[in-house]
């Protein structure tokens, strides 16, 4: 009999780590050819990973890391969740793709499920996150010109200064971040960049013409960062008396993240559409949507927008066992009891060579203190220690590790966690 912990994960793996492979070829040669025949759009870490379960991955050599990244919340339910890796097998001895020219038996499922959950009335299927934010961005155009009125061709968008949406032409289009930016020009316009968390700002920039604000209601790339209190709500009031739509994008800090379902549950604000990502793929394959209000959804007419591959059978499955996951509560109370220790602990270090923690949940902004080592160095020594995590920006590490970690292994990272950020 196999002892499962409330994850799923059998006990007994989750402290021998995950079955490792050997390998003749050490971490080195796998390197070499990534860095011959892959595109350098990335500088990761130097390990290379071979397995993982839970938490837990194993590199090359076998030796074990725990995930503080997780896929950046791809992997909230960790790696190879048993009721994941179940759906996803038994859709593999069905149907994988049917495209959307035809029905399949999941698809309706699927997008009841997810309305269900998160108080919505209509999901847009799709598949990465920034195509649902580019998604998000078709709709609220079209949703200004049908509904609101804008002359077609003129609507804009509010978004927030520091912002990460994605990296398609047009999301790159409205970034700050020039490494993100710069050289991808001609941008598409459309576009007002407010700074974020500021109202007044916000109610300057909104016109006639404006249809929608969208923003992250926590910056997980910019740092982790939330918003002042009342952000949030004031940015609802701003839209509604302006008749502007808020589009919240929730693919890094929605589905327990934060310790709420969404991020925006925590200021009791209703968005109308959410952007989701990441997590709703379970770490297995890319499954994201816009869901949101079927007046604003409910504009799309047939041929105006698609995707091969958007609610394709296999991704519903999945998509469906995660929405499972999601609806017992387990995880956002995991998150909110594991989040609220992670910080307690990360506080002490402020003073010691970290200037100030942010974040919500189990997912926290550690910001190194000035004169201090960079982000990237931080990263190395971690990994060094067996946390792996990554730098955000210079001199800032974004720990988010895996929600169904238990409270020892999270002890154990805090430790290393400690160690490498006072000595
Ligand atoms: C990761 C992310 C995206 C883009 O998702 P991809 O799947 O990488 O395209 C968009 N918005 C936010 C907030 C994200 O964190």
């Not at 009999?1 to 780590?17: A, C, I, L, Q």
């Not at 069905?94 to 309305?115: K, M, N, P």
């Not at 060579?353 to 080592?373: D, E, K, M, S």
């Not at 190395?380 to 292994?409: F, Q, Y």
Request: aromatic residues 6%; proline residues 5%; charged residues 20%.
């Amino acid at each position: 009999m196999v002892r499962r912990g409330s994850d799923g994960v059998p006990v007994e793996s989750r402290h021998r780590g995950p079955d490792v492979a050997s390998h003749s070829l050490t971490a080195t040669d796998f390197i070499n050819t990534d860095e011959q025949w892959s595109t350098h759009n990335y500088h990761p870490l130097p390990v290379v990973i071979t397995s993982g379960e839970g938490a837990w991955v194993a590199d090359v050599a076998g030796r074990r890391y725990l995930d503080f990244l997780a896929g950046y919340s791809a992997l909230n339910f960790g790696h190879r969740h048993p009721a994941l890796v179940a759906a996803a097998v038994d859709q593999l001895g069905r149907v994988t793709l049917t495209s959307r020219a035809f029905h399949h038996d999941l698809l309706g499922a699927f997008c009841r499920e997810l309305a269900q959950l998160t108080g919505t009335e209509m999901v847009l299927p799709m598949n990465t996150g920034a195509e649902a934010v580019e998604s998000a961005i078709k709709v609220a155009r079209l949703w200004a010109h049908r509904v609101k009125g804008v002359p077609d061709g003129t609507a804009e968008i509010i978004v927030a200064d520091g912002n990460f949406h994605g990296r398609t032409t047009t999301i790159v289009s409205f970034s700050t971040d020039e490494v993100a930016r710069a050289g991808f020009g001609p941008f598409t316009p459309g576009f007002v960049v407010v700074p974020y968390g500021d109202l007044d700002a916000l109610r300057g920039a909104i016109t006639s013409r404006t249809a929608a604000v969208l923003v992250e209601p926590v910056q997980g790339e910019a740092g982790v960062l939330v918003p002042p209190p009342g952000y949030l709500a004031g940015v609802r009031a701003a839209c509604d008396d302006a008749d502007v739509l808020l589009i919240a994008d929730e693919i890094q800090s929605g589905l327990a993240r934060t310790g709420e379902l969404l991020a925006l549950d925590h200021d009791g604000v209703r968005a109308d559409l959410y952007t989701l990502g990441k997590a709703l793929g379970g770490g297995i394959l890319p499954v994201s949507a816009v869901v949101g209000r079927r007046a604003v959804l409910g504009v799309l007419r047939p041929g105006e927008h698609g995707s091969t591959f958007g609610g394709n059978p296999l991704a519903c499955a999945v998509g469906r066992a995660v929405i499972a996951l999601l609806a017992s509560g387990e995880f956002q109370a995991r998150s909110r009891e594991l989040g609220a220790h992670l910080h307690a602990q990360l506080q002490t270090l402020v003073g010691h060579g970290v200037a100030q923690i942010t974040g919500r949940g189990l997912w926290a902004g550690v910001h190194i203190a000035p004169g201090g080592p960079t982000g990237r160095m931080t990263a190395e020594a971690l990994m060094a220690r067996g946390v792996l995590c990554k730098e955000t920006h210079a001199a800032t590490l974004r720990l988010a590790p895996p929600l169904v970690i238990t409270r020892d292994d999270l002890n154990v990272a805090l430790n290393a966690i400690t160690d490498v950020l006072t000595r």
